[in-house]
């Protein structure tokens, strides 16, 4: 069953800190991993997306990583800071069904 | 640009009461999708099109319709809303296939609704 699965399910950090969260999929094939940002009450906005020949990319504090061959990816924050509280979500496609299958979220809140 | 702009923000129904949920775009998407987001899981894709007067079902349809008559507007309606119905629905659209590797999702702000 293809399943996407993040770790951890929340998180509390002192704003300045840096900080990884993971994230597992089962989803076959693969076509690309993406990382949302959801604020409280707001829709989800991209962060990146992936395909399988990339293992690093980067949007400003946001760097993500994949490695397809454990299906693993991560989303390492630096330098925290108060506005990136908020859940963030993992992404898998497929390449078919026009499917995506989202992660269940990582709540990150930011402690000043 | 609004972007993508969903309305009513917050609803509240009674068991069996109906409702359409609006969803427009100034983006000029071909797609749009309709999601929807419990405690706990992933968003899940109810219906979607892939342009004007297009409909297809996702992955928990069961419960809803949608229409397309307009490439910038795509409507939810509950034809006799339940208590599982209870979510947070939000809007999306993408110029091109969502699991393509260029399919940004762009999503409204939700619409809270409650079924009691």
């Known amino acids: 069953k293809n399943q996407v699965e993040q770790s951890p399910q929340s998180l509390i950090i002192l704003e300045g800190k840096n900080c990884t969260l993971q994230?597992?999929?089962?989803?076959?094939?693969?076509?690309?991993l993406r990382w949302y940002k959801q604020d409280t009450g707001r829709g989800p906005v991209s962060l990146t997306i992936?395909?399988?020949s990339e293992n690093t990319k980067s949007n400003g504090r946001y760097t993500a990583t994949l490695d397809a061959d454990t299906k693993q990816s991560s989303l390492h924050i630096t330098a925290s800071q108060l506005s990136d509280s908020a859940s963030y979500i993992c992404?898998?496609?497929?390449?078919?069904?026009?499917?995506?299958?989202w992660g269940a979220g990582t709540k990150l809140i930011i402690k000043p | 640009n609004a972007g993508v702009t969903q309305t009513p923000k917050f609803r509240v129904l009674k068991t069996g009461q109906s409702m359409t949920l609006l969803c427009a775009q100034d983006?000029?998407?071909?797609?749009m999708y309709w999601y929807r987001q419990d405690p706990g899981m992933g968003l899940r894709l109810i219906h979607y099109s892939v342009g004007e007067g297009t409909t297809a079902k996702g992955e928990v349809p069961d419960g809803y319709n949608v229409s397309r008559l307009k490439k910038q507007n795509f409507l939810l309606g509950l034809e006799s809303a339940a208590p599982s119905q209870t979510s947070v629905y939000f809007c999306?659209?993408?110029?091109?296939?969502?699991?393509?590797?260029?399919?940004?999702?762009?999503f409204g702000e939700g619409s809270r609704l409650t079924v009691l």
């Open positions: 992404v898998v496609s497929g390449d078919s069904n026009y499917q995506l299958i």
């Open positions: 992936m395909t399988f």
């Open positions: 983006m000029n998407h071909e797609y």
């Open positions: 999306a659209s993408s110029w091109s296939l969502m699991f393509a590797n260029t399919g940004e999702l762009f």
């Open positions: 994230c597992n999929y089962t989803v076959s094939p693969f076509s690309n």
